[in-house]
């Protein structure tokens, strides 16, 4: 038999179309992926992608903890230049965006206009598709014209804040302020006191969040639990991935500021198989019909941020990209190759793949600097690494100093993450690895999960 070597950007040969190669022995597949970002997100994702057979992953420009499943480049998400320079010179075959910013600046649209990166596969909508992201605005009305169910709104800007006032004042408390642009997971405002949400309402027009609030979204607050449904399309066909419910707050019980997460549990147990139904009838299926109607290029990962209200879901935004902290938990629940998944899905073959969840429960602790989510100092030297056992640390926000030692570089630094057979269990494996970790003002919540132990809903 015939002994093949399959490269990316081979057109048909490094897909996982096997196939055309039956009964000839393949001596190695080699397929070169790119993920973009530099965060636990993308350390997650890589670190899923390179027990894929035949991977080799490039992170760019990555962390600490990328340097350990992959090779780390040292190129911005933003330099598409250089993206593409370093695509073709290593002869890259699937492209995975991690953050939203690139997505909503239009890095697919660049690649399918550019004609030697048509051949590249890339993870990602285009920059009408990533708009369910970069404007809630512009989400809300998505939502309309597809009857897809979620909050009563008003979109509010300076020309017509007297009626954003107004319609606050016909809302029951809390009410909900989100700003239309990206803010980093930090634009939404819940306040309990309606002259606050007036005053709010002024001050996030007036630059609160820079010019993502120069236009805001006054939301009706939805009262239920929420959680996190991530759906996988190639346009026409879906899987949905794990599902998983994360903490936005920095203090235990959900007190204090919001962050862009604190910690995450997946499979969640109120997401019955009726309530997932639910989910699939009256969201997925419909967002997908609305984005071909609309003629929108989208193949890639679409984030639902729901409500569960008395086992109805609601929507509370899109995200055109995979969470955070959530994907530290969802990757250790996807069983088989996930890079497998990623080539059918930007091949429009998502149909003809195997995929599965692990029955396992997944539980996801985020340490994070002291001050976070206000002021905080980097470079911190950080120990107790090489001494976890039983779960995984998914690198956040982490460098290498001149030295060689890891330490802190960034607000949100690492994610460690436990698996059990329930939610007890893979939070006893987590905690007991988080204390190993050491930082000065390293801080982190104790509560993760622990609201499904104590809810009659688990």
Not at 60 to 82: F, Q, R
Not at 347 to 359: T, W
Not at 424 to 434: D, F, G, S, T
């Amino acid at each position: 038999m015939e002994q093949i070597i399959m490269y990316p950007g081979e057109v048909g040969k490094d897909a996982v179309d096997w196939k055309a190669i039956q009964g000839q022995h393949v001596t190695a597949v080699v397929r070169n992926i790119l993920v973009l970002g530099s965060g636990g997100r993308e350390h997650a994702l890589a670190w899923k992608l390179a027990q894929g057979e035949g991977a080799h992953v490039f992170i760019a420009p990555g962390n600490a903890g990328t340097a350990e499943v992959g090779t780390n480049v040292n190129i911005k998400v933003s330099d598409l230049g250089g993206i593409k320079k370093f695509c073709l010179d290593n002869e890259i075959g699937l492209v995975v965006v991690g953050p939203e910013q690139p997505l909503v600046d239009g890095i697919v649209d660049y690649f399918k206009n550019d004609e030697q990166l048509q051949k590249v596969r890339i993870i990602g909508p285009d920059r009408r598709g990533a708009q369910l992201e970069g404007s809630k605005a512009y989400a809300k009305e998505f939502m309309a014209r597809n009857g897809i169910p979620t909050a009563r709104c008003l979109t509010v800007n300076q020309a017509n804040l007297k009626d954003g006032e107004a319609f606050l004042r016909t809302l029951q408390a809390p009410y909900v302020l989100k700003a239309d642009g990206l803010a980093a997971g930090k634009g939404v405002l819940i306040l309990e006191n309606l002259d606050e949400a007036i005053s709010e309402l002024g001050n996030m027009l007036g630059g609160k969040f820079g010019t993502a609030s120069a236009t805001v979204v006054i939301e009706e607050f939805l009262s239920g639990i929420e959680c996190s449904v991530f759906v996988l399309t190639d346009g026409e066909h879906y899987v949905l991935l794990p599902e998983a419910k994360d903490y936005k707050r920095i203090g235990d019980g959900d007190k204090g500021l919001n962050t862009g997460g604190m910690g995450a549990v997946s499979p969640v147990p109120f997401c019955t198989p009726d309530f997932l139904q639910k989910v699939e009838d009256r969201i997925v299926k419909p967002t997908l019909k609305g984005l071909k109607t609309e003629n929108i290029d989208y193949k890639g990962f679409i984030f639902l941020g729901l409500m569960n209200c008395g086992g109805d879901p609601y929507v509370i935004e899109y995200n055109v990209r995979m969470g955070d902290p959530e994907t530290e938990a969802v990757m250790t629940r996807i069983e088989g190759d996930f890079a497998d998944l990623l080539y059918a899905c930007a091949d429009g073959c998502l149909d003809q793949v195997h995929y599965a969840k692990s029955p396992l429960t997944a539980v996801t602790v985020m340490l994070v600097s002291g001050g976070y989510p206000e002021a905080y100092q980097k470079g911190k030297v950080m120990t107790g690494l090489n001494s976890l056992k039983d779960c995984v640390a998914f690198h956040a926000g982490t460098a290498f100093n001149a030295e060689g030692q890891v330490v802190t570089a960034g607000g949100r630094v690492i994610a460690v993450t436990a698996q059990g057979n329930s939610i007890l269990e893979a939070r006893e494996k987590a905690y007991e690895n988080v204390v190993k970790i050491q930082f000065e003002g390293e801080n982190h919540r104790h509560d993760i999960g622990l609201d499904l132990l104590l809810t009659p809903h688990s």
